[in-house]
């Protein structure tokens, strides 16, 4: 799988727009986070991916919605992450999830326009 990046240069209403997709994403995962923080405090196990991409689901418009679906990936990695740690009894820093100050960076999945299986 091949990563690209690109630099742009927008102008200043797309830099607006970009801040404030990062801070609705800083939010979303912050909630989420929470949200499993609770979760894992009442029954041992957080939220599943699931789970969080419906809570999601339509209440953020102005932000692309597979953006937000990177978000709960980003939240559930960290919680499997740390159950990893938990498992693994060498581990000394079980590293509990941290709420974020700020987001730096946003995924856009690229969509493939090419149909499996046609030449």
């Excluded at 727009?17 to 041992?44: A, H, M, P, R």
Aim: aromatic share 14%.
């Amino acid at each position: 799988m091949k990563a690209y990046k690109f630099r742009i240069y927008p102008s200043w209403i797309q830099q607006k727009k970009i801040q404030e997709t990062f801070d609705i994403c800083k939010n979303v995962y912050n909630k989420l986070l929470d949200l499993s923080i609770k979760k894992y405090k009442n029954e041992k196990k957080g939220l599943s991916k699931y789970q969080m991409d419906k809570i999601n689901k339509g209440k953020y418009r102005e932000v692309y919605s597979q953006v937000l679906q990177n978000v709960s990936d980003r939240v559930n990695k960290s919680f499997k992450n740390f159950f990893r740690r938990i498992k693994n009894k060498s581990c000394k820093k079980k590293g509990f999830p941290r709420f974020k100050s700020s987001v730096k960076s946003i995924t856009y999945p690229q969509h493939d326009t090419q149909k499996k299986g046609s030449s």
